[in-house]
């Protein structure tokens, strides 16, 4: 099972968390998709996004990572990213070119590492009546997003969360940074 | 930002946090005394992957001074807390969800992933949302072969599996001033399977009696504000809890032992950082008493660590479970997350002590996982089905 896989070094990857959003191609699952269903545990040693791309949600739906096209998005009920701290998640969607993750509610640490790599996750509190295969436009700045032709509301991300998201991800913005305001306890 | 008193990296997640500590320009870590390094997850290395990134990690050991515990100590979150590595009053973070097990001792503790981990070794500080806290206050004694994982199995399917997003639990009242430092472990272990930040509970003499020997501190007090505002309070007596089982495929799927009893079983896991600890292990030996598995389950035991493994083969625990039939292997995750062993085929039902059962978790997404306490494990291992403990 793990022979011919190459570990290979994540390269630096930049991506603009200010995507081309308009006509994306909803994948939609339902509430509680713990990172497990995300990437499996076996394929944790892998740390490159493309070749984690190939395991996105094996086991749980193949037809995702053979038919995703760049720029579709992920579409979730409540308690999106539950469970496992393991970044490969959001890495697994983004080497499977999504760059977006729309949900009714995110797990605190997937909504973390989501940003942190450069993959939005957007709350929309009814994201719940999105179909699968609908086309999604997301207007961020307006507030709202577009799907199968209706407008659904979407949450603000925390104002500290939007400057790691302008720098690009949190390794964007903590290059340059010689060291960063500690509170006192 | 919050300072940062410890941060541990393991072989699953350390790899993506040591290479993303490079990308953001990291050449040394904050403290390398603060950082614990070890490997538990694919241990010993199962591929030759997972070869190379033992190799990476240990390079990085060696070049930042961090005391490496490498493949020999044992799961991640009880080698933290075992070695001293948090403390009560610390804020501590882990690349692994499970880290909020350290507020048993008093510590913040919580979970991240690689990129806030590479950002933790540069600059030893996070940024955090100060989380709410839940009060869960637990009264009651528990019934024979009844412990700490019904509990918070119980806690669990009451709160939902998101039902302490961002926020912390608190985990208060005499059921547990009286828990042992095991049972403690347990609860807070188990917190991030309702969303929570961090589990915690208030530093007592239990949590001093077991800092003794493991870090040089005086006990100081340390206890919620006395007008501390709570998110909301929830009550739980234990005197009249069953033992405990969550099904497939949700944490917060509780139900009493009687309502599956008789489910088959293929596999019974008797470890992880949940219940890998003597206590564990004795409680299982004793629902075991002279009796043997039964031959139609495999039943794998593994000890959290080499000092849970070593109590346990001087109380003589390992040669029993040996000669009733189980697999006990060297400390290491096992068949917790499905990586190393112990895997499931399409259509098998595993019962576990640990903390997850999520569809796949533990091998094919066509297999079952089912959670419970370690007495519960060792009964249905005894009987080949879901059996109460109560009842052999």
């Known amino acids: ?30 509430d509680d998709i713990d990172t ?27 037809e995702f990572a053979k038919n995703v096209k760049e720029g579709d998005v992920v579409v979730g009920g409540r308690n999106f990213g539950c469970g496992s701290s393991r970044e490969h998640a959001p890495l697994a969607l983004m080497g499977a070119g999504v760059k977006v993750v729309v949900a009714r509610s995110f ?41 199968g032709g209706k407008k659904y509301g979407i949450e603000p991300v925390p104002e500290f ?23 006192t306890k | 930002m919050a300072p940062l008193d410890g941060a541990m990296i393991h072989d699953i997640t350390g790899p993506l946090a040591i290479q993303k500590f490079y990308e953001m320009g990291g050449s040394r870590v904050f403290d390398p005394g603060r950082v614990i390094m070890l490997f538990d997850h694919q241990i010993p290395a199962d591929s030759i992957e997972a070869a190379t990134n033992h190799v990476y990690m240990r390079k ?39 880290t909020c097990m350290y507020g048993a001792v008093g510590a913040f503790a919580t979970g991240i992933g690689s990129t806030d981990m590479g950002f933790a070794l ?5 940024y955090f949302r100060v989380p709410e806290t839940i009060r869960a206050e637990v009264t009651g004694k528990f019934q024979k072969r009844v412990g700490p994982k019904d509990l918070i199995l119980s806690i669990a399917a009451d709160i939902g599996a998101d ?20 049972g403690r472990m347990t609860l807070c272990n188990m917190a991030i399977e309702m969303g929570a930040k961090a589990g915690i509970v208030a530093p007592d003499t239990v949590t001093w009696e077991y800092m003794k020997g493991r870090r040089k501190m005086k006990p100081f007090e340390l206890e919620s504000d006395p007008d501390a505002t709570f998110a909301e309070t929830r ?35 008797i470890g992880s950082c949940t219940n890998g600890r003597f206590e564990d292990l004795a409680v299982a030996a004793e629902v075991l008493g002279k009796k043997k598995f039964s031959r139609k389950v495999r039943v794998i035991i593994i000890p959290a660590s080499r000092d849970e493994y070593l109590k346990t083969l001087k109380a003589g625990l390992i040669e029993k479970f040996v000669k009733a039939g189980a697999l006990v292997e060297a400390p290491c995750c096992g068949p917790c997350m499905g990586g190393a062993f112990g895997l499931l085929a399409p259509g098998e039902v595993s019962l576990s002590t640990s903390n997850r059962n999520f569809r796949g978790r533990q091998g094919s997404t066509d297999g079952k996982v089912y959670l419970c306490s370690p007495a519960t494990a060792a009964a249905s291992a005894m009987k080949g089905e879901i059996t109460d403990p109560r009842e052999v």
């Open chain 2, 235 to 269: 009550s739980y007596s234990v005197s009249s809890l069953e033992p405990q089982v969550a099904v497939p495929h949700n944490v917060d799927t509780g139900v009493p032992v009687s309502t599956v009893a008789g489910t088959h079983v293929d596999q019974v896991f």
């Open chain 2, 60 to 98: 990085f050991a060696a070049e930042q001074d961090i005391l490496n515990y490498d493949i020999n100590e044992g799961v991640c979150h009880q080698v933290t807390v075992e070695k001293g590595r948090a403390a009560p009053g610390e804020i501590v973070v882990g690349a692994d969800s499970h």
């Open chain 1, 161 to 183: 969360m939007q400057g790691i998201i302008d720098a690009g991800g949190l390794v964007e913005y903590a290059k340059n940074l010689k060291e960063v305001p500690v509170c």
């Open chain 1, 107 to 147: 797990a605190r640490i997937f909504f973390r590492n989501s940003i942190n790599v450069g993959v939005l996750p957007v709350v929309c509190p009814e994201a719940d009546t999105i179909a699968d295969g609908a086309k999604v436009t997301l207007k961020i700045r307006e507030g709202y997003l577009e799907a």
């Open chain 2, 163 to 182: 039902g302490a997003t961002y926020k912390a639990i608190q985990f208060t009242g005499k059921t547990i001033s009286k828990m042992d430092m095991a």
């Open chain 1, 36 to 62: 497990d269903a995300i990437i499996p545990g076996r394929f944790l040693t892998i740390n490159n996004p493309d070749e984690l791309a190939k395991h996105a949600f094996e086991g749980t739906r193949d």
């Open chain 1, 1 to 30: 099972m793990m022979a011919g896989r190459k570990s290979v070094p994540v390269k630096s990857v930049v991506v603009s968390l200010r995507p081309v959003t308009t006509n994306m191609r909803a994948w939609k699952f339902g």
């Open chain 2, 122 to 126: 540069k600059f030893g500080a996070l």
